[in-house]
């Protein structure tokens, strides 16, 4: 595949599905986007020449999120504060998020869907009097399957 056609991963979006006041979810990194299918060793009488390996399901890492914190109200940080602080008190209700990777004109190049996504983590930086870094948020989804 010619360079000229690879895909970068430094311009991405990230949204939740339905919800028009989401611009504010611009992270600076994104991980997680992983899946895995299991497999489970059989052992058949009598043949000691293999194992059978037999799929047993796929899992998914949470997907974590990262950016500088702003002062400005974010939907998905309240949205977050709400699921997390509320305990199991109220019923969780779980959002579709999507990701989008853009190429340099803003157009996607791929996307992924991640259903039924709720907030299980949320961490911030440390904080250094002898350091000028940004202060950093980090937020975890925990989610069914993306697609």
Known sequence: MPSSELIT???FSLSIVGDTNTADAAFQEVSGLSKEMHVEDVVCGGE???KYRLPTGTTFQNLVLKRGVTTDESPLVKWCNDVINGGLIQAIKPKNIQLKLLNEKGE???????NKAYPVKWSASDLHSEKNELFIETIELAYQYFE
């Open 9 to 11: 991963g430094f311009y």
């Open 48 to 50: 000691n020449r293999f």
């Open 108 to 114: 996607t190049c791929q996307s992924w869907t991640f």
